[in-house]
């Protein structure tokens, strides 16, 4: 999720407004115009633009909400996966 998607309600409303196939295009996009690169979890979910757009808003309220940087939750987030055993979470 980008700084310009900080507003939980103005997100819901481009959704609304483009559809979800389009919001996961423009969003993937500019999460790679600013990072160079998209993570692998969204290329995996560019098909299902639905869970795609729930799991880049649920990063960034978990991401913006807490104390933790990014990186310090994605590898609690890898922790919990591997320690539930779940090959989906790791893999990505």
């Known amino acids: 999720m980008t700084k310009i998607k900080d507003d939980f309600e103005l997100a819901i409303s481009e959704i609304k407004e483009k559809g979800a196939e389009k919001t996961a295009e423009d969003w993937v996009k500019l999460v790679e115009a600013e990072s160079g690169s998209a993570p692998l979890i969204y290329k995996k979910l560019e098909d299902c ?37 779940c090959d989906h979470c790791t893999t990505y």
């Open 49 to 85: 633009p639905e869970a795609l757009l729930s799991h880049m808003m649920y990063k960034h309220a978990v991401s913006s909400l807490g104390a933790l940087s990014p990186k310090t939750v994605e590898l609690i987030s890898l922790a919990v996966g591997a320690a539930l055993r």
